[in-house]
């Protein structure tokens, strides 16, 4: 049985939103990359991959309508049509250096990802002319999943039609919210009837695994608003809903607005009623026949439904990592390309990488992010790290483990660590009893 947590115990929620990155998508944090470790980058290139070592594609596509309030990514709204091709073939000239480099080995490309900015801000032609010179340097004909990020406003039927020719097997659709005044509110530049408009197209597109994002906690949502959006989405019955709960990053619009007011407090949902709204959302998807699968995830049908980039990336796979200020993963080196938008395809042209900070994480380091991005599951096998990494968690992680299990956010079962649902709604903040001593409290950008 879970053990209740202890009110005495447990640290306590942090009421407001203050801003930061509360999300933890890798380990070491990010500023601990540094660009005088990008060397190592180029000798993992030299190397041949490890043994069983499956291998993806990102391509970060940095283009919008517009920049939403809350969004922390290296985006861009001004790029004209010259600009955006000069970017289509450094991503292309990028990907054939990979291409040429040992650390392919012969593998073939297992998962792909397109993400932004919007990927569907494309166009028909460009997105032809992309992904066309993508297969002829480094074919992914043979992936299990290409998955394509979109912002609603920007489908057509007639791109949807091409995007599933393009192979891409999940389409996920960025509807955060359904309200006009929300959306426009927060800097989104689509409209709800464009999101029911995008919706059915794709249907008719045939896409195996449609996915929709939602976000818990933007500015002004209400009570009465999140009920409506859950029930909208219930309605449309994705294969798969996506749940985050509002942050505000330091590089947003959100921040800066907070620091011209002299505000600590973003004017956002506080942790608390986020957690409450996402536990809401996941009982009435449960209710209607999904299964939660992360602290973010719920599937129609578990037995169809996956998500193979996340799964292999937060197992260890390389991530062969394109576009301005995108992260990658190769032989066991994380890297970082240039955040800016000229610097990067001025590095391309000129014939080299574009890395611009990178860092080997110790094999201690691989334990623990292959740990606490698994925990994000809900659940892992003990078993797996001690055939892995020669490891007995238990001993590892024996205090950290037994101050959540004392607070009742976990529990082993047999082979299993399993977290509890309350454990799970805040299971980024838990992350952090896990880290090295070195690595607490570091601003994690």
Same mark, same amino acid.
Request: hydrophobic share 40%.
């Given at each position: ?101 040992? /650390? ?9 990802? /397109? ?259 698994? *925990? ?5 096998? *003990? ?33 299993? *660590? ?15 009893? /896990? ?11």
């Amino acid at each position: 049985m879970m053990a209740a947590p202890s009110a005495s115990a447990v640290p306590p929620l942090e009421a407001p939103t203050a801003a930061g990155n509360y999300f933890v998508s890798n380990y070491p944090p990010f500023s601990f990359w540094k660009p005088d470790r990008v060397g190592e980058v180029a000798a993992a290139l030299r190397r041949p991959p490890a043994p069983g070592t499956e291998l993806g594609v990102y391509l970060h596509i940095p283009f919008c309508r517009k920049r939403c309030h809350f969004c922390y990514f290296r985006v861009y709204t001004d790029k004209n049509a010259a600009a955006i091709k000069a970017y289509l073939d450094a991503a292309l000239d990028e990907l054939s250096l990979y291409a040429a480099q040992p /650390f392919i080995g012969g593998r073939r490309v297992g998962f792909v990802y /397109f993400g932004g900015g919007t990927p569907s801000y494309l166009s028909v032609e460009q997105l032809r002319y992309l992904t066309e010179g993508m297969k002829a340097r480094l074919p992914w004909d043979s992936a299990e999943e290409v998955t394509f990020e979109c912002e609603p406003g920007t489908l057509t039927e007639e791109k949807l039609r091409a995007i599933r020719g393009m192979g891409v097997t999940r389409l996920s659709l960025g509807v955060e919210n359904f309200d006009d005044h929300i959306l426009e509110i927060n800097g989104r530049a689509h409209h709800g009837k464009e999101i029911d408009r995008a919706y059915a197209a794709a249907r008719e597109a045939g896409f195996p695994q449609i996915n929709i994002d939602l976000i818990a906690g933007m500015v002004e949502e209400t009570e009465a608003n999140w009920r409506q959006c859950v029930a909208r989405t219930l309605e449309l019955a994705p294969d798969s809903v996506t749940i985050y709960q509002m942050e505000v990053p330091y590089n947003t619009t959100l921040y800066r607005r907070m620091q011209e007011e002299g505000k600590l407090t973003a004017p956002v949902a506080d942790w608390e009623t986020k957690r409450r709204w996402v536990q809401f959302a996941f009982e009435q998807l449960e209710q209607a026949g999904y299964t939660v699968g992360s602290a973010y995830t719920a599937v129609r049908d578990k037995a169809r439904t996956r998500f193979v980039y996340r799964d292999q990336l937060w197992a260890g796979a390389d991530l062969l990592s394109l576009g301005v200020a995108s992260f990658g993963h190769i032989g066991g080196v994380h890297y970082q390309n240039h955040h800016d938008f000229d610097p990067y395809v001025a590095r391309v042209q000129a014939g080299e990488f574009p890395h611009y900070r990178a860092l080997t994480p110790s094999e201690e380091e691989r334990l623990i992010r292959e740990f606490i991005l698994q *925990l994000k599951l809900g659940s892992l096998s *003990l078993r797996s790290f001690a055939n892995k990494f020669g490891v007995d968690l238990r001993t590892r992680f024996a205090e950290p483990l037994e101050r959540l299990r004392q607070w009742g956010f976990l529990c082993v079962e047999g082979d299993t *660590l399993r977290m509890s649902r309350e454990g799970l709604l805040q299971v980024d903040r838990l992350l952090h009893e /896990f880290f090295l001593h070195e690595h607490r409290n570091a601003r994690y950008a």
